[in-house]
C-alpha cells in the first residue's frame, strides 16, 4: 500500500481558468476503465515540457517534442493501457492520427495538439478506440475536473496523485495545480512519466521551459523506483495567462523565483507521491548526501543507494543489516574515496564512522528507526560542500508479484 | 532452487600436487557448521590475485593484497559466517592475528598468511573462535578435500561450487581444480566473492598474475545477479609447480595460452555455478550483445538488461514482456544510439528490429523460449564488430525473502 499519501478529494483540486479537461472509457486494454484524458487550453497558453533521455523514446515523446517546437498548443491527449513505445514507423502514424482527430474535433491543426501515452511496450497502439473515444472526453471537459483526470492517467498505481498551491504575484493570486502518474519504471532522466502542471500565471514561453527543466531537476529527476528509466517519461508545464499580473519576462526578477518556487514544489509534491506509491512500496526513503565534491558524486553515491536491491530488501524487511549501505557507498564509483572520512547516519542515529561502526552505535536504535515507515539516510562524505537528495523506496514481495503480473 | 547444476561428487574434483586443505567447525556465526578453510601449500607454489575494487573494502582484502605482494605465500584462511568489512582498524589487527595464528601452527610467517572472510559486514569478527578452530583445520589437511572445502565456504549458496579440468602442457598432464562461493551481492568487479583455482602447472608468478586478471574478466567479472559489487571480492589461482614440465616463462608461448584457456575454463565454469544458484534464482540468463562500436558499450547494454528489476521479474514469470528490453537499451547510456538499426533476438527468435516488433515475431514463439530453464537474451547493435557476454538470473519471491532475513 501507497506509503503516508492522505486521501485525495476533488475540492483540493484548484481548477485554472484556461484549461479544461474531460475523460472517458476508450476500451484501449481493459473495458469499464477511465483510459482516456483531453486538456483542452485557451488561446494564449504557454506550453513548456522535458522529455525521457531513453533513446528507444515512444512514439508520442517524438511527436510531442516536434509539435512543442513548433506551434501553439491547444490540447493535450493522453492515453493509458498502452505505451505505443517500440513500435517503428507505425507507432509515429498512430500519435499523428491521434492529433489529427483530437484537432478536428476541437478546430485547430494536428500540430497543435501534443500527444502522450503510457502502458506496455511494443505492442501496436489501438489507434482505432482512441479515435472512437475522443469524441467523449471532448464532451465531457470542464475546469474543475482534475480529480477525475488524475485517476483516468494511472495504471498500475493505486492511489491518484494531484496537488495545488496558491501564491501572490503583482498582487494577483496566481493558481498552480498538477498530475502526475508513474510507480513502476521509475528511475526518470529529464522527466517522469506523465507530469502535468499547469498555471494561471503570465509568463513567456522561454522562461517557462526554463521553469520546467528546473523544476523536473528538483523533483521527478530526484526520484528512483527501480532504476528502469521509461520510454515515455514526459513533465509538462502550461501557463494560461489568466491571473492578471503584469507578464513575468526576466529570469532574475523576483516574481520568476517565486512561481518557479511554487512549480517546483507542486512538482516535488507529485514525485514524492510517485515513490510513495512506488509498486509494492512499504516505506518512503530519504536518501541524502552531503559534503561531497561535485553534485555529480553525491549522486553516484545516492543512487548507488537507491537502486541497491539488497539495502532495499533490508528495509523491506526493517532489518538493520546497514553494512549493506557501506558496500553501497564503496562501489559507487568515487575512487578516490576515503571510506575512513564517512559517516553514516539512519535519521539522527549516528551508525558509522571512521570506516567501521560507531562506538556509540546499538542495534537497538537502528532498529528502532528501520521500524518506521519514513526513513532517511544521511551519508556526509567530508570532501566539499556539494549535497543532492534522492528519494525512493523499498523492495517488496510485492513489487516481484505486480511485474511478474502486469500483462495478465 | 539453483538453475541445472549437476550434483558435484567427491570423484570430480582431482587433487592438486602441493596443495593440501582442512576444515573445521569454529562456530563463528552457527554451532554445528564448516565455517573454517585453511589451504596449505608447499614451498615453491605461486600466487596470484585480484580483489574487490569496492573502496568499502574488507580489512582480510586489505591484508592480503600486502601479503601477496611482499612474501612468499604458504597458506590461505577462509572463514564464513563474518566478512570483517566495515570493521575499521579492529578488522585489520583481528585479520592479522588469523594470519599469525595460522603461521605459528604452520611455522610460516604472518605475512605468508592470506586470509579472506564472508558474511555479514559491519559487525566485529569473533577472532576468538577462529583462533580456537585452527589447530583441527591444520590437523583436518589433505590432498583430496577439495569436496568438503567448497562446502565450507559456503554462505546463503544452496550448492557447493567446484570443477577440475586437465590438459596436456610440454608432454605432462596439468590439473587445474577450483572452488567458489557466492550467490547475492553479486555484481564482481575485477574479482567474485571467493574464487580459488589451484593448478600444478609450473610457471613464474608474473604470468601467474596475467592470468588470474584474463581469467577474471573471461570470467566473474562478466555474471552479476543483483548488481551489488561485494566488499569482500577475492579471486586467487596457485601454481604448485609440481607438473614437471619445463616452466612457463613466456606469455606469447602455446603453453601459456593452453593453461591460460583451462585456467579461464574452470574459472567460467564456476562463474556460472554462482550465476545459477544466484539467490532465488529460477532461470540462468545469457546476455550476448553483438556488433558494438567497443566493448565499453556492448557492456553497458549488457548490464543494463542484466540489472533491470523489470526485466528479471519478467523472466521469473515467463512472462514474454520483452518491451522491457528495448527500454533497457534505450536507457543505457549510448547516446547516438539509432534504435532503428538494432535487432533483438531470445534465442533463435527475432523479437523487435526497425525500432518495433519484428514483422514475422509471434508470442507464441517467445513464449516457448521464455518457458525454458536456460535462455539467451541477444542484441545486434550493428554498429561494429564488438561483443560482451553477460550471465545472470531472473528476479523471484525468493531473493527478496533471503535478503529480507539473511540475518535473522
Redesign the interface.
Given at each position: 500500500m501507497p506509503v503516508n499519501i492522505p486521501p485525495l478529494t476533488p475540492e483540493q483540486l484548484l481548477p485554472i481558468a484556461g484549461v479544461a479537461l474531460g475523460i472517458a472509457e476508450a476500451g484501449i486494454k481493459k473495458a469499464n476503465r477511465k483510459d482516456l484524458l483531453v486538456m483542452v487550453l485557451d488561446e494564449g497558453t504557454q506550453a513548456a515540457g522535458v522529455f525521457t533521455?531513453?533513446?528507444?523514446?515512444a512514439a508520442p515523446v517524438t511527436v510531442a517534442k516536434q509539435h512543442l517546437a513548433h506551434a501553439a498548443i491547444c490540447a493535450l491527449v493522453v492515453n493509458t493501457g498502452n505505451?505505443n513505445?517500440?513500435?517503428?514507423?507505425?507507432?509515429i502514424q498512430h500519435a499523428l492520427a491521434t492529433c489529427a482527430e483530437a484537432g478536428r474535433l476541437l478546430g485547430c491543426a494536428t500540430q497543435q495538439v501534443l500527444p502522450f501515452s503510457t502502458g506496455?511496450?511494443?505492442?501496436?497502439l489501438p489507434v482505432d478506440k482512441i479515435v472512437q473515444g475522443l469524441p467523449a472526453a471532448v464532451a465531457n471537459c470542464k475546469a474543475d475536473n482534475w480529480f477525475n483526470a488524475a485517476h483516468a492517467i494511472m495504471t498500475t498505481d493505486i492511489v491518484p496523485k494531484a496537488a495545488s498551491k496558491q501564491v501572490q504575484i503583482g498582487g494577483k493570486t496566481v493558481t498552480v495545480t498538477g498530475i502526475a502518474k508513474g510507480s513502476?519504471?521509475i528511475?526518470p532522466?529529464m522527466a517522469t512519466m506523465l507530469g502535468y502542471v499547469a498555471t494561471d500565471a503570465v509568463i513567456s514561453q522561454p522562461l517557462l521551459q526554463e521553469m520546467a527543466r528546473y523544476a523536473a531537476d528538483h523533483s521527478f529527476n530526484r526520484i528512483t523506483v527501480?532504476?528502469?528509466?521509461?520510454?515515455n517519461d514526459a513533465f509538462i508545464v502550461l501557463a494560461t495567462g489568466k491571473a492578471g499580473h503584469a507578464e513575468i519576462t526576466r529570469q532574475d526578477s523576483s516574481e520568476f523565483a517565486q512561481l518557479q518556487q511554487t512549480v517546483t514544489a507542486v512538482a516535488a509534491e507529485l514525485a514524492k507521491m510517485i515513490v510513495r506509491d512506488g509498486e509494492g512500496a512499504t516505506k518512503f526513503i530519504t536518501v541524502q548526501i552531503e559534503a561531497g565534491k561535485d553534485a555529480g558524486e553525491c549522486a553516484k553515491v545516492a543512487y548507488a543507494i537507491a537502486?541497491?536491491?539488497?539495502i532495499k530488501?533490508?528495509f523491506?524487511?526493517s532489518?538493520p543489516?546497514?553494512?549493506?549501505i557501506?558496500?553501497?557507498?564503496?562501489?559507487?564509483g568515487?575512487?578516490d574515496?576515503n571510506?575512513?572520512g564517512i559517516q553514516l547516519y539512519l535519521d539522527d542515529v549516528l551508525v558509522?564512522e571512521?570506516?567501521?561502526?560507531a562506538a556509540d552505535y546499538r542495534e537497538a536504535d537502528g532498529q528502532r528507526v528501520m521500524n518506521q515507515a519514513e526513513i532517511t539516510i544521511r551519508v556526509v562524505l567530508n570532501r566539499g560542500s556539494a549535497s543532492t537528495t534522492v528519494w525512493t523506496c523499498d523492495?517488496?514481495?510485492d513489487?516481484?508479484?505486480i511485474?511478474?503480473?502486469?500483462?495478465?
Open positions: 533521455q531513453n533513446r528507444f523514446c505505451a513505445a517500440g513500435t517503428g514507423e507505425a507507432g506496455v511496450i511494443m505492442e501496436p513502476g519504471m528511475r532522466n527501480d532504476g528502469d528509466t521509461s520510454t537502486h541497491s536491491p539488497l530488501t533490508a523491506f524487511a532489518d543489516n546497514l553494512g549493506r557501506l558496500a553501497a557507498i564503496g562501489y559507487a568515487i575512487d574515496l571510506v575512513d558509522a571512521k570506516g567501521g561502526r523492495f517488496s514481495y513489487y516481484v508479484k511485474n511478474a503480473s502486469y500483462r495478465s
